[in-house]
C-alpha cells in the first residue's frame, strides 16, 4: 500500500471516528439534556419557596432518599405497580398485534370491525373502572385489565395502519415464489408493519403508565398510586412529591428500554432511513 493510501484511510477512519463520537454527544444531549435543564430550573425557582404545598427541589430530593430507598417501599409498593403495567401490557401487544393483523389483512373485516372499534376507543379508559371493578374484583386482575383496555387501541390502530401499508411489489414478490402462511405473515406482513407497530408501543407505554397510577388511586392496598395518594391525604407533602418524581423518573427508564428495543428490532429498517437520508443530502 503505497503512503498516500495510507494516509488516506487513516484520515477516513479518524473521520468515522470524528462522526461516531459527535452523533454518540449528540444523543447523549438530546437525552439528557432537557430532563437536567428541567430539574436545575425546579431548583433554582423553588430554592426560596415557603409554600406547603410546593416544597423546595432540595427537601424532595433528601426525603427521595429516605421514602424510597431506604424503606421496603420499593418492593412493596414499586414492584407491584410495574408487574401490574407488564403484565398489561404484553397483553395488549399480544392482543392488538394479533387482531390488528387480522383487521389489516382483510377489507371485509375492517369493514365489519370498523364501526365497533370507533365506537370502543371513543370510551375514555378511566371511565371502565368501576365496571371492570364489578367483573374482576379489586385484586390485580382488575389493575392489569385497565392498563389492558387502554393500551390496546394505540397497538391496534397502528397494526392496522402498518398492515394495510404493505408494499404490494413485496406482496406479489411472495405470491411469486409460494411464500404462505407463517412464512409470508413474520417476513412480510409483521416486518413491513413493525415501525408502525413500534410506534403504537411507544403511545401505549405512557398510556398504561398513567392508567396503572389510576387504577391503584380507585382501589389498592399497595402500588405507586396507592402510595402516592396515602401520602396527600396524611399531608405528607413532600412524599408525595417524592412518588411523582420517582414515577417520572420510572416513566424516562421504560422509554429509554423501549427505544433500545426499537433499535435492535427495526436496525433494518433505520439503517434503510439513514441510507435514504445520506443519498438525499448528495
Known amino acids: 500500500m503505497s503512503g498516500g493510501a495510507f494516509g488516506r484511510q487513516r484520515s477516513g477512519t479518524g473521520r468515522r471516528i470524528v462522526v461516531t463520537l459527535g452523533r454518540a454527544l449528540w444523543w447523549t444531549a438530546a437525552v439528557f439534556g432537557l430532563p437536567f435543564g428541567l430539574l436545575a430550573l425546579w431548583w433554582v425557582l423553588s430554592a426560596d419557596s415557603e409554600t406547603f404545598y410546593l416544597p423546595p427541589l432540595s427537601e424532595i430530593l433528601a426525603s427521595f432518599d429516605d421514602v424510597w430507598l431506604r424503606s421496603d417501599r420499593l418492593r412493596a409498593d414499586v414492584l407491584p405497580s410495574l408487574l401490574r403495567l407488564t403484565a398489561g401490557f404484553l397483553l395488549a401487544v399480544a392482543v392488538g398485534v394479533g387482531i390488528g393483523v387480522l383487521i389489516g389483512s382483510f377489507r371485509r373485516v375492517r369493514a365489519f370491525c370498523e ?5 370502543l376507543r371513543a370510551i375514555p379508559p378511566p371511565v371502565l373502572v368501576p365496571v371492570l371493578m364489578l367483573f374482576a374484583g379489586f385484586g390485580n386482575t382488575m389493575k392489569v385489565l385497565v392498563v389492558l383496555s387502554g393500551c390496546v387501541w394505540p397497538i391496534l390502530l397502528n397494526t392496522v395502519e402498518g398492515v394495510r401499508a404493505v408494499d404490494e411489489v413485496l406482496t406479489e414478490t411472495c405470491r411469486c415464489y409460494g411464500i404462505r402462511g407463517p412464512a409470508r405473515l413474520w417476513h412480510l406482513v409483521v416486518r413491513s408493519a413493525s415501525p408502525q407497530i413500534v410506534t403504537g408501543l411507544r403511545q401505549a407505554l405512557s398510556v398504561g403508565i398513567i392508567l396503572m397510577v389510576i387504577s391503584e388511586m380507585f382501589a389498592a392496598n399497595n402500588g405507586l398510586g396507592f402510595t402516592i395518594i396515602q401520602f396527600q391525604r396524611t399531608f405528607a407533602v413532600t412524599d408525595m412529591w417524592t412518588g411523582i418524581l420517582l414515577l417520572g423518573l420510572l416513566g424516562f427508564l421504560l422509554a429509554m428500554l423501549l427505544r433500545l428495543f426499537e433499535r435492535s428490532a427495526l ?14 443530502h448528495r
Open 115 to 119: 364501526p365497533v372499534l370507533e365506537f
Open 267 to 280: 436496525h433494518w429498517y433505520l439503517g434503510l432511513r439513514h441510507s435514504q437520508r445520506d443519498d438525499g
